[in-house]
């Protein structure tokens, strides 16, 4: 007999660089990814008749470093991606899916500015099968089998993140029916997992057992447990003589770190700059070792272009910073742990939030550029792309994966008569606060590529479904 199939196969690139002058430290941050997987598609009973598979998969890498304020490279980052899609001419199995991924981003000292690594891939089978009589509601499985699956994010600052998704659509006339969205999101920031599911309440209870079973947080990593269970989902397709099906799988994986530490601000900023006549807005509480805000007027948005923005919805609105607790002292730095940061619009709706784990106190540019704190922004959550054109303009659009900026949160106080015993007393203090950049100025903006991929995420997708201008972007907005 001969079996016929259609395999395509392609590996982009694994990119490396490293520095030979770097130093350990012990608050580096690093981040990886990696995953082996098949996901076989098969309908019980139906015979193959004929079908098309298409195949795309791409990497990415970057990393930006200081030394002696000079530009270098003292991390490592990596990625691949290899997929296959196979179409066995092999009676009721419909199409397999196979991929390995791996991403990480490393740095061996506090010094670099960042290092990021993603790789993707978004693969289609298009299936012609014949039903078996008497023509029931045939059911589709889908199964997947893991042979590797693991997320690592070492503080101060790291990312990891997993997506994986399959929609399933069946032509019925004339027309196409979605049968079922489906898939998982899981990141680790900072030691701290996030898990989430797509799909009806039965396919997220399967997802989030299978889970809960077959996976392990042990510190700042997520492993596969040993021999684990294969995933198996079930769809009943609209009966049919002739099954006309499309299955999209989409996978994509991202490693990303950026030691928090004292930096230069570049490109245009929006925020709250502290005027002579501003009462007290930053509120350091000694005993529980708290630094607390006020949540501050945005009264400046810069341009390079002298756009107007008058009547953008940030003019009227407010930054709001979340309490950040006092950790350590390392490396002469002060080092705080927090939760979120919020862009709310002059209606006091939120149209930009941020995940802020990590910030450090490092008063060594304070007298050259007015900041003393700084907070690297790995993780965004939620924006709304519609609500703010300077939003638009001057931050979303310079996110992209060949850009070597890093959007950082940048804040400046003066505690007065604090000597160097800063954190010994309490005190209030009026206070500066912009979010902008670090990192290397763009020429001319770009594609906002990165942003697609670093908004986590995918629990924001079902906002999507009912309200199209407050979400969180994924992978498939990229066309």
Same mark, same amino acid.
């Given at each position: 007999?001969?079996?016929?199939?259609?395999?395509?196969?392609?590996?982009?690139?694994?990119?490396?660089?490293?520095?030979?002058?770097?130093?350990?430290?012990?608050?580096?941050?690093? #981040?990886?990814?990696? &995953?082996?997987? =098949?996901?076989? *598609? $098969?309908?019980?009973? /139906?015979?193959? +008749?004929?079908?098309? !598979?298409?195949?795309?998969?791409?990497?990415?890498?970057?990393?930006?470093?200081?030394?002696?304020?000079?530009?270098?490279?003292?991390?490592?980052?990596?990625?691949?991606?290899?997929?296959?899609?196979?179409?066995?001419?092999?009676?009721?199995?419909? #199409?397999?899916?196979? &991929?390995?991924? =791996?991403?990480? *981003? $490393?740095?061996?000292? /506090?010094?670099? +500015?960042?290092?990021? !690594?993603?790789?993707?891939?978004?693969?289609?089978?298009?299936?012609?099968?014949?039903?078996?009589?008497?023509?029931?509601?045939?059911?589709?499985?889908?199964?997947?089998?893991?042979?590797?699956?693991?997320?690592?994010?070492?503080?101060?600052?790291?990312?990891?993140?997993?997506?994986?998704?399959?929609?399933?659509?069946?032509?019925?006339?004339?027309?196409?029916?979605?049968?079922?969205?489906?898939?998982?999101?899981?990141?680790?920031?900072?030691?701290?997992?996030?898990?989430?599911?797509?799909?009806?309440?039965?396919?997220?209870?399967?997802?989030?057992?299978?889970?809960?079973?077959?996976?392990?947080?042990?510190?700042?990593?997520?492993?596969?447990?040993?021999?684990?269970?294969?995933?198996?989902?079930?769809?009943?397709?609209?009966?049919?003589?002739?099954?006309?099906?499309?299955?999209?799988?989409?996978?994509?994986?991202?490693?990303?770190?950026?030691?928090?530490?004292?930096?230069?601000?570049?490109?245009?900023?929006?925020?709250?700059?502290?005027?002579?006549?501003?009462?007290?807005?930053?509120?350091?509480?000694?005993?529980?070792?708290?630094?607390?805000?006020?949540?501050?007027?945005?009264?400046?948005?810069?341009?390079?272009?002298?756009?107007?923005?008058?009547?953008?919805?940030?003019?009227?609105?407010?930054?709001?910073?979340?309490?950040?607790?006092?950790?350590?002292?390392?490396?002469?730095?002060?080092?705080?742990?927090?939760?979120?940061?919020?862009?709310?619009?002059?209606?006091?709706?939120?149209?930009?939030?941020?995940?802020?784990?990590?910030?450090?106190?490092?008063?060594?540019?304070?007298?050259?550029?007015?900041?003393?704190?700084?907070?690297?922004?790995?993780?965004?959550?939620?924006?709304?792309?519609?609500?703010?054109?300077?939003?638009?303009?001057?931050?979303?659009?310079?996110?992209?994966?060949?850009?070597?900026?890093?959007?950082?949160?940048?804040?400046?106080?003066?505690?007065?008569?604090?000597?160097?015993?800063?954190?010994?007393?309490?005190?209030?203090?009026?206070?500066?606060?912009?979010?902008?950049?670090?990192?290397?100025?763009?020429?001319?903006?770009?594609?906002?590529?990165?942003?697609?991929?670093?908004?986590?995420?995918?629990?924001?997708?079902?906002?999507?479904?009912?309200?199209?201008?407050?979400?969180?972007?994924?992978?498939?907005?990229?066309?």
């Amino acid at each position: 007999m001969i079996i016929h199939k259609i395999i395509i196969f392609l590996v982009i690139s694994v990119l490396f660089a490293v520095s030979l002058a770097a130093q350990a430290s012990s608050l580096v941050p690093s #981040a990886a990814t990696s &995953s082996k997987q =098949s996901i076989t *598609a $098969t309908i019980a009973g /139906s015979s193959f +008749l004929g079908g098309i !598979a298409d195949i795309e998969t791409n990497t990415y890498a970057a990393a930006l470093g200081l030394n002696s304020g000079n530009l270098s490279y003292p991390v490592i980052h990596s990625s691949l991606a290899a997929a296959e899609v196979e179409i066995p001419n092999d009676g009721s199995v419909v #199409a397999n899916f196979n &991929s390995i991924f =791996s991403t990480s *981003a $490393t740095s061996f000292s /506090s010094e670099p +500015l960042f290092s990021r !690594a993603a790789a993707l891939s978004q693969s289609s089978v298009i299936a012609v099968v014949a039903a078996a009589p008497p023509f029931d509601p045939s059911i589709l499985n889908l199964e997947w089998e893991f042979n590797a699956f693991s997320l690592q994010a070492e503080p101060t600052s790291a990312f990891a993140y997993i997506r994986d998704t399959i929609n399933i659509v069946q032509s019925v006339g004339d027309t196409g029916v979605q049968v079922m969205e489906l898939g998982f999101y899981t990141f680790l920031e900072n030691g701290k997992q996030t898990i989430g599911f797509l799909g009806d309440s039965a396919v997220t209870q399967v997802l989030e057992s299978w889970f809960d079973s077959n996976t392990t947080q042990a510190g700042n990593q997520v492993t596969l447990n040993i021999s684990p269970d294969n995933l198996n989902i079930d769809f009943a397709l609209t009966p049919q003589e002739f099954l006309v099906l499309r299955i999209d799988h989409e996978h994509t994986e991202i490693s990303y770190e950026a030691p928090p530490v004292a930096i230069r601000q570049v490109e245009e900023k929006v925020g709250h700059l502290a005027l002579s006549d501003d009462n007290d807005q930053v509120y350091w509480d000694a005993s529980a070792g708290v630094l607390s805000f006020d949540s501050l007027p945005i009264n400046t948005l810069t341009t390079q272009l002298n756009q107007q923005y008058d009547n953008d919805v940030l003019n009227g609105g407010y930054l709001e910073i979340d309490p950040l607790k006092l950790l350590t002292n390392a490396d002469g730095r002060d080092y705080f742990l927090g939760e979120e940061l919020r862009l709310v619009d002059k209606n006091d709706n939120i149209i930009y939030r941020a995940s802020l784990p990590s910030i450090v106190f490092d008063d060594a540019l304070f007298a050259d550029q007015g900041f003393n704190m700084f907070a690297p922004i790995l993780n965004i959550l939620e924006v709304n792309l519609n609500a703010s054109d300077w939003l638009q303009d001057n931050h979303l659009d310079k996110l992209n994966f060949s850009s070597l900026l890093l959007p950082e949160l940048f804040i400046g106080f003066d505690p007065l008569n604090s000597g160097d015993g800063i954190w010994n007393q309490d005190f209030n203090a009026p206070v500066t606060t912009f979010l902008s950049f670090s990192g290397v100025p763009s020429a001319i903006p770009e594609p906002s590529v990165f942003l697609l991929y670093m908004l986590a995420l995918v629990n924001l997708l079902l906002i999507r479904k009912v309200n199209t201008t407050a979400v969180a972007v994924s992978p498939e907005w990229i066309n």
